[in-house]
């Protein structure tokens, strides 16, 4: 079983709408979890970290934490043609020196 | 430097041979990974430096693969024997202190072919 698990996609969202993106995690020690996004070629850039249950907000962007569940989201709202990308969830179990990466989402938001 | 620097940004070379893959952290920041991606996987975990000391290793696949960072900020991954396996883009990353919750900062990396 792998540390973080996403549904690969393709997920196709119409600009406008609200892209939901999920992840699962195994380890119950996890205590930070990110979410990078990573254009076509280029590196993965941070755009949301969260280490309580609960929403965190920012901008148009929503991170969503279950620990119960061991389930973390990210929605986008008022979903933008430049948002197509893939978007990787991370989690790090606390004292340890490495993010476990998800294989990545990738999203297309279609004008 | 204003960002993390990775050099060369593509490499190719031949199956056995040795190739070096170095990375310039953004300036006073004192940890540095690096990660292997390959085509349609997340990066994976090789290996943190804290200062000039490995204090991860533990992602490293085997013994063909070897980082230094002897001054504590430009640090090479070193790849003997290379294998066709081998071959994915390899990326740095730096932030500013320890590991815990800190931002990381990824290189364009450094896409290795090996044939």
């Known amino acids: ?111 | 430097g204003a960002g993390v620097s990775q050099t060369p940004s593509n490499k190719v070379t031949e199956k056995g041979k040795y190739v070096e893959l170095r990375c310039d952290p953004i300036s006073g920041h004192t940890a540095l990974y690096w990660y292997r991606q390959s085509l349609g996987q997340g990066p994976e975990f090789l290996i943190y430096f804290q200062g000039t000391g490995a204090a991860d290793d533990s992602g490293l696949p085997n013994d063909r693969f070897f980082a230094v960072r002897p001054e504590g900020s430009v640090s090479t991954l070193k790849i003997q024997r290379t294998e066709r396996g081998d071959s994915a883009v390899y990326l740095c990353a730096s932030s500013k202190q320890g590991p815990l919750n800190e931002k990381l900062f990824f290189g364009s990396g450094t896409q290795l072919s090996v044939l």
């Open chain 1, 1 to 111: 079983q792998k540390e973080v698990e996403q549904n690969s996609g393709p997920l196709s969202v119409p600009e406008g709408a609200i892209a939901s993106l999920n992840c699962t995690y195994s380890d119950r020690g996890s205590q930070s979890f990110f979410w990078y996004r990573q254009y076509s070629g280029k590196s993965p850039e941070l755009i949301m970290s969260i280490y309580s249950n609960g929403d965190k907000e920012d901008g148009r962007f929503t991170a969503q934490l279950n620990k119960a569940s061991q389930y973390v989201s990210l929605l986008i709202r008022d979903s933008q043609p430049s948002d197509s990308a893939t978007y990787l969830c991370a989690a790090r179990t606390g004292g340890a020196n490495n993010l476990f990466f998800g294989t990545g989402t990738r999203l297309t938001v279609i004008p």
